[in-house]
């Protein structure tokens, strides 16, 4: 591990309280795990499963989201794991309200529509995949100049405009797609390995 950014407890009890009072769930994503109340994990097994059955499109891709739904654990204290990111959805407030809220968090919404209108993600700011990118790149002596990205949501946004081509993906949403070089296909088209190709990275 390189560097390893981890959010206050205090700052972690904010989003458990305020969720809490205004409805909704979260989860928190740890190093070695992801957290949440049971409620929590019982409500967004409910909001991914109604999503899947209201659109058999989902089904393939969404029915690991059910999968990974059970993975959660809900017998440990999350305020003690060295949490890096929350998560929540099915929010009662608006992504507006929330980002008022929590001004000592970078909020941005979430390209998953499975988690319902109003879900995102809550960073420190200040660290997102460029941050990364820089620090991964310092380690192993890469420039810059030779790095490509593909995403798909809005937490790629830095990290798209940061390195030399970035890719969106075709299923991206709109924002996603202004501000990257390209544009490749969906996620259910081989979009990942028709831009691999493209840019020589594997062989056809």
Known sequence: MLRHETLAPEALRHVADYFGAHGGGYYFQAHHGVFASPAARDLLRQVVASSIAADPAFDEVDHGLLRYVETIVVDADPFAEPVTKTIFFDAAATIEEIRAEFTDFEVVPASVTVFGTNAGEMMLPGVHKATGIE??????????????????????????????????????????????????????????????????????
């Open 135 to 204: 620090v991964v790149l310092a380690h192993l002596g890469i420039d810059r100049a030779d790095t490509i990205a593909i995403g798909d949501s809005y937490n790629d946004l830095e990290m798209l405009q940061h390195v030399a081509v970035g890719i969106a993906m075709g299923d991206a949403p709109q924002p996603v797609k202004d501000i990257a070089d390209e544009v490749t296909a969906s996620t259910t088209e081989d979009g990942v390995r028709l831009a691999f190709l493209r840019h020589g990275l594997i062989a056809a």
